[in-house]
């Protein structure tokens, strides 16, 4: 495993909720993380936008680049990686109107989410964590169609998790690859 998979795999949850917290601590007194989307402070109505707007690009690029490196993992659950990682970006890139919605923000938000809670199945890497990103997803879909009042934890708590999983992975590889060096070694011996 080469280093920079678990830098890349490791930076993406640090500059996705250092960027939420900073960016909704620089936020109105009207803000609330509880109720309202990670979208919204990059959205052109937040103070300071810039700072969501660079820990999406941020997480967007670590998910690419831990992709490219997680040799171990099966290539379709790295391409879904990757189009999370593109996706992410585009959320960036399409961000949500002062007022009212966006298409554009909307797709991709939905492909970044469909990607990231299926690519550790397809990874071959587990089941059980698709089972877990699906109940989130799910808890984040009925938050945001209900109208409800969580919905900003529920997407918090479900990008924590989609974000953190890479580095699972990253770090699982590299400790199996220490293992199958030293048992190598110990072969020769």
Do not use: K
């Not at 109720?35 to 052109?44: F, K, N, P, V, Y």
């Not at 479900?158 to 190598?184: I, K, N, Y």
């Amino acid at each position: 495993m080469r280093w920079w998979v678990l830098l890349s795999s490791g930076l993406a949850p640090v500059l996705l909720i250092g960027g939420f917290t900073l960016a909704a601590h620089l936020q109105p007194a009207g803000y609330d993380a509880t109720r309202d989307t990670i979208s919204a402070l990059a959205g052109h109505a937040a103070t300071d936008r810039w700072v969501m707007t660079v820990a999406l690009v941020g997480v967007g690029v670590c998910h690419v680049v831990t992709a490219l490196g997680l040799r171990p993992v099966a290539v379709a659950g790295r391409v879904l990686l990757a189009v999370g990682g593109v996706a992410t970006l585009l959320v960036a890139a399409f961000p949500l109107p002062r007022t009212g919605s966006s298409a554009p923000h909307a797709v991709a938000a939905l492909v970044a989410f469909g990607a990231l809670t299926v690519w550790p199945a397809l990874a071959r890497r587990s089941f059980a964590a698709t089972v877990v990103l699906s109940v989130l997803l799910a808890w984040f879909g009925y938050e945001l169609f209900s109208d409800g009042d969580r919905v900003g934890l529920s997407e918090r708590v479900l990008a924590a998790a989609q974000a953190l999983w890479p580095l699972c992975v990253a770090v699982a590889c590299s400790r199996a690859s220490t293992m199958d060096g030293h048992a190598a070694r110990n072969v020769r011996r």
